[in-house]
């Protein structure tokens, strides 16, 4: 194995160590002692990829960023819609968005800047809303700023909501109800009656990604 | 003072304190020595009260239930908006309601029931719904437990980005925003039309209910 491979593997495993142990003990209470421990790699190599707690935080949040992005659609608002029903799909399934959304709902995480993830969703959305809007899809009413914060904002409670009562189990059906009750204050009938809002949607889009771009499993 | 009175100012001192650690420290790290030492009451006093760390947390979630009720409006959607638009204020201004928030929002508190407040919650939108529906308030394909759960799921989102992003500051906006992007897939546009979703109705509500009952000012 070349000395790069071996550097990116040594620092996933540190990565999904760190997920595992921010998600069972909470930012606050993990120590990197116990991520050394689980990771099984030296002090050094941990050092050499973070330096701190909250670089290996920082780390795991932005695992959440590096999936590889969704098939684009003609209906931005079918993408829009893709975007969230994925994101529940791997909330169910990847331990390490587990671990990033748990991390980025963490009040009590001391010293952590958490804004992140929630900003960069809201980009993310307001630019498919912004294109969805230069397309003509949207009511005219519509500020894509606002609309991108409440759709990010409302998954954020959606899935904590789902993480309480079920432990993720119903998190799709969720998912599928809040974008029902979201996208008729934004767009046309119309477009509404194109739209694919199921809750099987997340789990084909998953797979369509891995078969465009195969990729290791997840870590089960 | 009576004994019984006396008895009741205790609980609250010993509930005032137990919110303010658990909304310092997370749940997990709270410890009875430091509720004591904030209390400033007499460990006897606290167990004639409290038996345990859990049962603390469960008085300090219950105390969001105990607010003075809002008044009844003819429109029950009106009513519904009220009820969230009226938890968003005293989100921003009562720290036992932000310190009830905050502990249903604990993900690390282990050992913690932290479902009671969502089902309590879904409860009284479901009610309100379910009576709307009968005065022919909402869209015929409405169905009241499904859209209780979204707008308690959401409304928990929307707080927790609110808290993240500006320490609560932007949350009566965000509140509005969230309300109109949901009613519209749940009621006909002349009833929209009439709805008050405006940001400073919470504040008004707030100062209708203590003119309508009396109490003291929540400390600040």
């Known amino acids: ?18 997920a595992k142990v921010f998600e069972e003990r909470g930012y606050q209470a993990a120590t990197i002692a116990e991520i050394l421990n689980t990771a099984g790699v030296t002090k050094g190599a941990l050092y050499f990829h973070f330096e701190s707690k ?9 695992e959440q960023d590096q999936q590889t992005p969704i098939p684009a659609r003609t209906c931005k608002l ?26 980025t709902m963490d009040q009590h995480a001391q010293g952590l800047d958490r ?12 630019h498919l809303l912004e294109t969805a809007r230069s397309q003509g899809e949207l009511l005219p009413h519509v500020n894509p700023t606002i609309t991108a914060d409440v759709i990010v904002g409302t998954f954020a409670g959606i899935q904590s ?4 009562l079920t432990d993720y189990r119903d998190l799709t059906q969720r998912t599928t109800a809040l974008l029902q009750h979201l996208l ?15 809750e099987q949607r997340g789990h084909h889009i998953h797979n369509e990604t891995r078969n465009h ?8």
Chains 1, 2 share one sequence.
């Open 54 to 62: 909250e670089q290996l935080a920082q780390g795991v949040l932005h």
């Open 115 to 126: 804004t992140g993830p929630f900003l960069h969703w809201s980009r993310i959305c307001r």
């Open 184 to 198: 008729p204050s934004i767009t046309h009938p119309s477009i509404l009656a194109t739209l694919d809002l199921t």
């Open 78 to 103: 079918q993408e829009l819609a893709d975007e969230v029903l994925l994101h529940a799909y791997r909330l169910q399934h990847d331990p390490m968005v587990r671990a990033a959304v748990r991390l």
């Open 1 to 18: 194995m070349a000395k790069q491979d071996r550097a990116i593997r040594t620092r996933q495993t540190i990565l999904t160590a760190a």
């Open 161 to 164: 909501m789902s993480q309480t």
């Open 213 to 220: 771009h195969p990729q290791p499993a997840p870590t089960p």
